[in-house]
């Protein structure tokens, strides 16, 4: 190739126009670089329709009648020749356009009324697949095109090609942007949402510490926490993977590998990600509102010396009511030695264990619904209560649950679920003991609690 030739697309292919993104500007700059390298008056790019049913003019500069077109369109319809020759994606080199087997059709409505004698049509590739052309015309006499000048437009073809990924580019990132924008923005609010409701989660257990109104604080708190974890973690993990698709999306633009593929495929993934972040912080925020609403009052517990027999009658009495409906018999027995405990937590056992048999146990009134509660002391320092109904029992996946915060089979009718797990705390960390639960369906349920004797 000529030193004049090397010169000009070594200059086209270092200006900034064409790797800015302006693909007005880059047109300008192939064009006129074109016309200077190959001394033609007239020459256009042209890039197909979708699914290439024509071309259309993006920018025809033409010199010799100094003007210029744009939006041009020709279809495959009107001429098929020309049409299946681009499809070979290959140069159109046209000495003779007028006899020449793609060009031919033009003669009439085309290069005669024009001029043109001789056309060097190059194909410009865009992601592997052609996207378009350059059209160079002579208009004159008949004109030989060199080996060197299909060359030099081919090039040029090329560069523009580079022109177009950049403009794709430029558009990525500003869509990217945009996305990462109003992705960060939804974050930022439920963030902030998040927040709020730890906030109030510890608020809510400063308060529940200070009026000790529940002995099984810490389990209670970890229990709510447990229900809220499972949200904020897929809420965590959804924002983790699309950090993830964030960096994967960074490293391709960085390498000038990102398609419009790539970014479709970005923008749904974020905005499922976006909305499952949605969904399951609005899930945590109903779990502390609807805990917000628990109030379970609580005695005031305090170590005491007690004969266990003679406090479950005084338990009994204050429970009257309750049993009176269901007219439920009392068969008490243990020793008459007392023993230092909190008083106030057997009371709040005994008070949920008959409270459970009463709401649930015996689902009918009858003279044969019996409550046996027996006190053993087992050495010096460990008592055992054992307490049995024969109501109706509980199948096997409610029994697996009945210590669990929150879990309820009668929350239609205001069970907050809290009772049995209070039961569970007040035994294991205030009595530091021990509790197992028996029970099947129809033969009634055991409670055996092992206990220490509190030392003053």
């Known amino acids: 190739m000529n030193s ?3 010169r000009i697309l070594n200059n086209v292919s270092k200006s900034v126009e064409i790797d800015n993104g302006d693909l007005g500007t880059a047109s300008e700059r192939v064009l006129n670089s074109v ?5 033609v008056a007239r020459c256009g790019i042209w890039m197909f329709e979708p699914e290439r049913g024509g ?3 993006f920018l025809l500069i033409d010199n010799h009648n100094n003007t210029r077109s744009e939006d041009t369109l020709l279809s495959r319809d009107d001429f098929p020749q020309y049409f299946r020759a681009l499809d070979t994606e290959r140069a159109i080199v046209a000495n003779d356009a007028h006899k020449h087997p793609d060009t031919c059709e033009f003669t009439h409505n085309y290069l005669k009324p024009l001029g043109i004698s001789s056309m060097l049509d190059t194909p410009i590739r865009h992601s592997g697949k052609m996207a378009g052309i350059i059209c160079s015309e002579h208009i004159g006499e008949e004109r030989q095109w060199s080996e060197d000048e299909v060359v030099f437009a081919s090039v040029l073809s090329d560069l523009f090609g580079r022109a177009i990924n950049a403009k794709e580019r430029c558009d990525y990132e500003l869509k990217l942007i945009d996305a990462n924008k109003n992705l960060e923005q939804k974050i930022a609010a439920r963030t902030s949402h998040l927040e709020e409701t730890i906030l109030l989660l510890k608020r809510m257990q400063v308060k529940l510490i200070e009026s000790e109104k529940m002995a099984s604080l810490g389990s209670l708190v970890a229990g709510v926490a447990h229900e809220v974890n499972t949200p904020i973690g897929v809420s965590i993990t ?4 699309h950090q993830g698709q964030v960096q994967q999306l960074e490293k391709k633009f960085k390498e000038d590998d990102l398609s419009y593929e790539d970014l479709e495929d970005y923008i749904f993934k974020s905005s499922k990600s976006a909305a499952l972040i949605s969904e399951n912080l609005n899930r945590a925020a109903n779990l502390i509102q609807n805990f917000k609403k628990t109030a379970v009052d609580q005695l005031h517990i305090e170590a005491e010396p007690i004969i266990l027999k003679e406090y479950t009658q005084q338990i009994l009495a204050t429970l009257k009511p309750l049993t009176k409906k269901r007219l439920v018999q009392f068969n008490i027995s243990g020793p008459n030695s007392p023993l ?4 106030g937590a057997i009371a709040q056992i005994l008070t949920n264990f008959i409270s459970n048999s009463c709401e649930h146990a015996f689902a009918e009134t009858s003279n044969e619904n019996i409550i046996d509660i027996i006190y053993r002391q ?3 320092n460990h008592w055992e209560m054992d307490y049995r109904d024969n109501g109706k029992g509980m199948p096997k996946s409610t029994l697996d649950k009945i210590y669990d915060p929150f879990f309820t089979t009668a929350r239609a009718s205001g069970g907050s679920g809290l009772g049995m797990s209070i039961v569970y705390n007040l035994i294991t960390q205030k009595l530091n003991g021990s509790i197992e639960a028996y029970s099947e369906q129809g033969k009634g349920t055991r409670f055996n609690v092992i206990f220490k004797e509190i030392t003053l």
């Open 4 to 6: 004049h030739l090397e």
């Open 35 to 39: 016309i200077e390298g190959l001394n």
């Open 55 to 57: 071309i259309k003019c």
């Open 238 to 241: 959804a924002n983790s993977h």
């Open 340 to 343: 230092t405990t909190y008083a």
């Open 378 to 380: 087992l050495d010096d």
